[in-house]
T-cell receptor, first 112, second 117 residues
Framework: GENVEQHPSTLSVQEGDSAVIKCTYS??????FPWYKQELGKRPQLIID?????GEKKDQRIAVTLNKTAKHFSLHITETQPEDSAVYFC???????????FGQGTELSVKP | GAVVSQHPSRVICKSGTSVKIECRSL??????MFWYRQFPKKSLMLMAT?????????EQGVEKDKFLINHASLTLSTLTVTSAHPEDSSFYIC?????????????FGSGTRLTVV
């Protein structure tokens, strides 16, 4: 089955700097890659997603890139703000019944 | 639209008792529901996939008899933790697929914090 690896586990940046989180996946048949932001005790919130037929997608300060050949995808947050502080998860959806498999998570801390 | 209502949000139970968690799709029909478990500061681990009207499919290492899943209707899926023990204490969250949404239609319940004492 699918396996998703996410790095780093923790990331601390200064306000205004950029943050990059990277994920790799194992199943070449996976075709949908969402990123979620989760605050403590809350449900994951979709922040951006990308499909396998696209290499890059941007939404204001957030962008995601996908390299299908290398089977990795990354989240880029520019001009970080303290309210960006949260845990971020990548995920991959394969062909096995549409299951979403999550990475281990990255705890992002943006210091004012 | 595409809201999944999950109850209860928090529950404390004694060891040996059973706890039922419900997830209801409020404005759509959820033919498939995914159940996840999340330990503090850890990832969401897929436990099982429930399909309306058929048996759930469990991930490797998940005890079927301990985590009973029922998906008897298109709007309700339940997870029952049977004979709960302290190690079952965790955050349980459901997710349903919704056809027609651009993001492949994954919507999450608000989660249930289970504490077994």
């Amino acid at each position: 089955g699918e396996n998703v690896e996410q790095h780093p586990s923790t990331l601390s940046v200064q306000e205004g700097d950029s943050a990059v989180i990277k994920c790799t996946y194992s199943d070449s048949a996976s075709n949908y890659f969402p990123w979620y932001k989760q605050e403590l005790g809350k449900r994951p919130q979709l922040i951006i997603d990308i499909r396998s037929n696209v290499g890059e997608k941007k939404d204001q300060r957030i962008a995601v890139t996908l390299n299908k050949t290398a089977k990795h995808f990354s989240l880029h947050i520019t001009e970080t703000q303290p309210e960006d502080s949260a845990v971020y998860f990548c995920a991959a959806m394969g062909n096995q019944g549409g299951k979403l498999i999550f990475g281990q998570g990255t705890e992002l801390s943006v210091k004012p | 639209g595409a809201v999944v209502s999950q109850h209860p949000s928090r529950v404390i139970c004694k060891s040996g008792t059973s706890v039922k968690i419900e997830c209801r799709s409020l404005d759509f029909q959820a033919t498939t529901m995914f159940w996840y478990r999340q330990f503090p500061k850890k990832s969401l681990m897929l436990m099982a996939t429930s399909n309306e009207g058929s048996k759930a499919t469990y991930e490797q290492g998940v005890e079927k008899d301990k985590f009973l899943i029922n998906h008897a209707s298109l709007t309700l899926s339940t997870l029952t933790v049977t004979s709960a023990h302290p190690e079952d204490s965790s955050f349980y969250i459901c997710s349903a697929r919704v056809s027609g949404l651009s993001n492949y239609g994954y919507t999450f319940g608000s989660g249930t914090r289970l504490t077994v004492v």
